[in-house]
């Protein structure tokens, strides 16, 4: 009898052996897991403020954006602004669309709602009461540099890009300084 109560024992401790590695395993690949998604996400949106970057210094990305009609703003034309000599372009900050060589769309800053889900993808709900997985938005603007006096025809124009997550963004999918991806580009 004494031996069957060992034999018990022993499968007892085995049991408990097997499903303490098998809880520490599952935890090291979890957390590899959230580690691995964490250097996607961070990679992804580097990649997205490089495409930015590089669509500035592209021209035909350039034209495309400075001739888009989503950044034709309530009397603020950046096209105007930027080559009409006669346009009297107004004072004040006005939402960009960023566009690429082949017509494509990077950032959307038109509407408040465009944004990003956790897989880029381009969604519409951003800061809205119910913003489910939309909660990154690369938000970029641009401003004409007008005289403190005067008129202001043809000025340069200042671009700026700001990264802004809602407060009730993805749970633990992030965890970033938010300031390393803002940009400012002298345009002229």
Known sequence: MNRGFIAIGYIVVLLVAVVSISFYISARITGNSVARKRTFFKGTLDSLVLSVESSFKSQRSWNRTVTAALNKNSGADLEKCMNDPSFVCP???YPLAVYDDEGNV???SSSPSN???IDFKPCTTFGTTNPGSCFLR???TWQPECPATGTCYSPPVVVRGKL???PTGVAG????NTDNYERNFRLR
């Open 91 to 93: 004072m004040g900050e």
């Open 106 to 108: 990077l950032v959307d």
């Open 115 to 117: 944004g990003f889900d």
């Open 138 to 140: 690369y938000e970029m």
């Open 164 to 166: 802004v997550l809602t």
């Open 173 to 176: 999918a992030v965890d970033l």
